[in-house]
């Protein structure tokens, strides 16, 4: 047994922003800027980070970039109002409502709502059903899954003719669409979720495993087959206890130290899938600004 490669998601995603980029600054010859516009609602301090993130890397691109931070209470009118500004706003090439919301809003009309062709978030039906087709160059991809489909390639290649691959969890995020990406390339695919009986027989038969549960390191080494490549989408955060302290930090779905020495490649939590996730924004965004061109 020997430790598994790492897979550095934060050098990939850098390379990914590099070439974005690029291609920005030839959109721009063109009198294209690509505009990106996000959605705050309340003051959820994950969202917070992430939302800064995300504002931070569209400006490192060169897009024109706005947030708007709208209170926790606002209504539902408000919300549909300002996103039909933005689909009629020519400026703006890709629309995101940061999720959770809070309780008494609608998240389907909310999502519903934002124009197919300026749903970088993938969550449109529309962009749903061309995914569940088979018709991956035309859909937007939701960012999470896209970005561990690219990692994933990186190790194992485009096609997974032959592989098992298991994928935990079944939200409409990051587990169904992940499924549709993993079959589009080939894959035998298995969605297990909370009431799937016998998790570990299960994913000890897959070549290839995506973590996307929110249950801080559940999948141990012995959870594993030899060889295996390991996505972690998991964020958790747990306290430990470090020099008599207790200190929070961020872990991934997966036992780390376990599975590394059972799988050959591995995302680490911080580092993995999260700056892929941000990459595949700014990848969906810059697509859709090109499109917006072709019209
Ligand atoms: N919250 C957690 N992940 C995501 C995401 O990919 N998109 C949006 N809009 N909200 C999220």
Redesign the pocket.
Known sequence: MSEAKLIDGKLKAQELTDKIKQSTSDLKSNGIVPGLAVVIIGEDPA?QV?VRNKKRTAEACGFYSVQHDLPENVDQSEVLDLINKLNNDDQIHGI?????LPKHLDEQEITQTIAPQKDV?G?HYVNIGQLSAGEVEQAFV???PAGCMLMIEDHVGKDLSGMHAVVIGRSN?VGKPMANLLLKANATVTICHSRTSDLESITKTADIVVAAVGRAEMVKGEHIKDGAVVIDVGINRVEVEEHGETKSKLTGDVDFNSASMIASAITPVPGGVGPM?IAMLMFNTLRAAKFSDKK
């Open positions: 969202s992430y995101l409502v940061q999720l959770p978030d969550f939701p960012c999470t995020i996730t």
